[in-house]
Every structure is written in C-alpha cells, then in structure tokens.
C-alpha cells in the first residue's frame, strides 16, 4: 500500500479535528498511537499512527476512500466545534479530494 497522501484529517476520541499537512512530520506531532481516534488522508483513504513514542508515522488502512465517513466527521466537526468560523458549514465540494483540500484550508483552531 502506498503513503498517505496530505492533507491528513485527525479526529479525536471527542470529535476535534487536526490538520496535518504533511504527513512525514506525524512523528513530530503525534505522541501516541492513542492520540486519536481516527483519520483520513487527502483522498478519504482511513490512516493510523503506528509505531512507539518518539518514533510515530501515519499508515493506511484500507485503499479506498471512505468519503460518507470523511464528510460526516468534518460535518460533526462544523456542527459542534467550529465556534469561530463565520458560518460554521463546511465547504460543499463535490469531488471527496477537492472537499479534503477545502477543509484544510478552511479550518478555523478552536
């Protein structure tokens, strides 16, 4: 199987999302392979951090994409997080790449 492609969309166990737009840097930014809940990469394709410690990277898990999956998180994400941004509706692209791409550069930190 191939690498995940960024962006990566994390979510933890309570639904907040992460960006990680580049997903060679999982090591510096994840801790744990507990550290969330669940993740997709920028063609809807299911990731999870694997490895110890201080030695973390991103894998797939499936080859397909997962699109109803994806949009549901990010739609919940929206729905109960997203307080700051203006409109708090997530972008409405078609194409599951070009709505993966949008969300990243529409994401506003909590």
């Known amino acids: 199987m191939t690498a995940p492609v960024d962006p990566v969309l994390l979510f933890d166990e309570s639904g907040r999302m992460f960006i990680l737009h580049d997903p060679a840097l999982a090591d510096a930014l994840i801790e744990s392979e507990e550290e969330f809940l669940e993740g997709y990469d920028g063609q809807g394709r299911p990731v999870r951090a694997c490895g110890e ?38 972008p409405r692209e078609a194409d599951l790449v070009a709505f993966i791409r949008a969300v990243a550069e529409d994401w506003v930190e909590e």
Do not use: C, M, W
């Open 53 to 90: 410690p201080g030695n973390v990277s991103l894998a797939l898990i499936a080859a397909g994409p997962q699109g109803d999956k994806v949009r549901a998180r990010v739609e919940r994400y929206y729905a109960v997080f997203a307080t700051r941004h203006p409109t708090r509706v997530p």
